[in-house]
């Protein structure tokens, strides 16, 4: 267990549904990201919230919404996704943006039919 | 930032000490050594970072040379569980503004009994 936790674990939707990631991380920590990793590439940031305020966005498509409520609760909201977004999508957490020591959650595993 | 070399691969047995070495010879000065490990489907799991000499924690010891140039993690009295992919990141504390953590090929170790 590493503080951070992600629901659901695996999900399968059609390309016309709408689903939410969620993800909550019990460290007290002040950032917060979502990664997607594909099969045999390498992991991609999607987006970075500090202090439930969005940093940054990694030219992600508008089919993927992040919501941070709070500096412990991390969502993402899917629509209309494409079956080359099925992916494992990470949430981390950090003490400070941006370093090195992130702790990650056990992720979602998303399956776009 | 720093390009970083690790062993493909390593086999040991249980209960013996594993070290695992990283080469980061365009290492700079304000870089700080991270490693990471990850199993199968699952979020990396943050295991040690240092900057210099010696760290220990209750999983692991990293061990810096005083050129820094190489590290070494080393995994005392391993079981079957630590059989996973191993990391090592070389790079500043605060990692650049939109980037990923950038995870390489890594070190699959293989725990036998």
């Known amino acids: 267990e590493t503080g951070v936790t992600q629901t659901p674990r695996h999900l399968v939707m059609g390309m016309t549904n709408k689903k939410s990631l969620k993800c909550e991380q019990h460290?007290?920590?002040?950032?917060m990201y979502w990664y997607k990793q594909s099969a045999k590439k390498p992991l991609e940031l999607m987006f970075v919230?500090?202090?439930?305020?969005?940093?940054e966005n990694n030219s992600v498509p508008s089919r993927f919404s992040p919501e941070c409520p709070n500096s412990s609760h991390l969502f993402l909201h899917l629509h209309t996704l494409q079956p080359e977004d099925s992916a494992l999508y990470l949430c981390?957490?950090?003490?400070?943006?941006?370093?090195?020591?992130?702790?990650f959650g056990p992720g979602t595993r998303l399956t776009v039919t | 930032l720093a390009k970083t070399t690790q062993p493909i691969s390593m086999d040991s047995y249980e209960g013996q000490e594993v070290n695992i070495t990283c080469s980061h010879n365009?290492?700079?000065?304000?870089?700080?050594i991270t490693w990471y490990q990850q199993f199968p489907s699952q979020g990396p799991r943050f295991i040690i970072q240092?900057?210099?000499t010696k760290v220990t924690n209750e999983v692991a010891s990293l061990f810096i040379p005083a050129d820094r140039k190489s590290s070494t993690l080393s995994l005392p009295r391993v079981s079957l569980s630590d059989t996973a992919v191993y990391y090592c990141?070389?790079?500043?504390?605060?990692?650049?503004?939109?980037?990923?953590?950038?995870f390489g090929k890594g070190t699959t170790l293989s725990v036998s009994s």
């Open positions: 981390a957490s950090s003490q400070e943006v941006n370093i090195y020591e992130q702790y």
């Open positions: 460290l007290g920590h002040n950032a």
């Open positions: 919230y500090n202090f439930k305020e969005q940093t």
């Open positions: 365009n290492i700079a000065t304000n870089d700080y």
């Open positions: 240092g900057y210099k």
């Open positions: 990141l070389v790079g500043p504390f605060f990692n650049q503004a939109g980037t990923a953590l950038i």
